[in-house]
């Protein structure tokens, strides 16, 4: 049997995570889970995050029979990952977290800004990367309350809105000394409103996401797992998407960001 990688997050912003993916392993099956009818994760307690990602991940092992899961949510990595492990030791785990590394090594400015959700900011792991960092670089920290949301129903007015607020937020941007130069998107939901971002922000500052780094680990922690992997033959079968919301929300986002995988069905996981 083809066993397929697991993948999920609050709503459509793993897709940009599933893009990456799909790239790196062409001939992998993947499972797509958007827990939108629990969302959005980055505005919630962290009991529920927690609650939600381990009710998810129990579905992908039980009812999918994954082979290695990918929490594609920074704030599901933050509340969860740790607990999903101890769960599933044998099970190749990878998890999304901003790319603060990478930007604090791009940055000729020295300042980088990150945009996450309000959860992932105040949470212990991200702390713990923050001070992992060099002191010489200055970061400026964003909760963008709404955006994930506005991102999810595609509301274009307010996602302009909210996108102009947090980046004026940030305060200087572009290559002069001490302006930000570099912006984390820190939630996989972002990245899907990179364009305007980058419209705002001008062509002097640099985005980065994290979701080539991830699939690139994935792909990695597959090379040196022992299981079988055959090539699946059926190109148009490449993905399922299952959502605990709206299955249009889904299979619209799919179909703008995937190209031609429109088809999403709704699951409720308790
Ligand atoms: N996409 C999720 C993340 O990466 C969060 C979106 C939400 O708030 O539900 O953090």
């Known amino acids: 049997m083809m066993q397929p990688i697991g993948v999920f997050d609050s709503g459509v912003g793993g897709l940009s995570v599933l893009k990456a993916l799909r790239q790196a392993l062409p001939q992998e099956k993947f499972v797509y889970v958007s827990d939108a009818g629990h969302a959005p994760y980055g505005e919630r307690d962290v009991t529920h995050v927690l609650a939600r ?17 990918v929490v594609a949510c920074n704030t599901a990595t933050a509340a969860a990952i740790a607990a999903l492990r101890a769960a599933y030791p044998a099970l190749p785990i990878v998890g999304v977290e901003p790319a603060l590394k990478p930007a604090a090594a791009r940055s000729r400015t020295s300042a980088v800004g990150v945009l996450a959700t309000r959860s992932t ?14 002191p010489q670089v200055r970061f400026v920290l964003q909760a963008c309350d709404g955006l994930a949301a506005a991102i ?67 792909a990695n922690l597959l090379a040196h797992a022992t299981a079988v992997q055959p090539a699946h033959t059926d190109a148009a079968a490449w993905v399922e998407l299952w959502t605990t919301g709206e299955t249009q929300t889904l299979g619209g986002a799919a179909k703008r960001w995937l190209v031609g995988t429109g088809l999403a069905r709704h699951v409720e996981i308790a």
């Open 53 to 69: 990602s381990v009710a998810v991940g129990n579905y992908l092992v039980q009812s999918h029979q994954v082979k290695a899961l």
């Open 121 to 134: 900011l105040a949470s212990d792991k991200f702390q713990a990367l923050l001070q992992a960092q060099s």
């Open 152 to 218: 999810e129903c595609a509301d274009a007015p307010q996602i302009h809105a909210l996108c102009a607020r947090y980046a004026a937020a940030l305060g200087p941007v572009g290559s002069a000394p001490g302006a930000i130069d570099t912006v984390v998107l820190g939630c996989t939901h972002y990245t899907f409103a990179a364009d305007v971002l980058q419209d705002l922000l001008g062509p002097d500052v640099a985005l980065i996401d994290a979701g080539h780094p991830v699939a690139q680990r994935t």
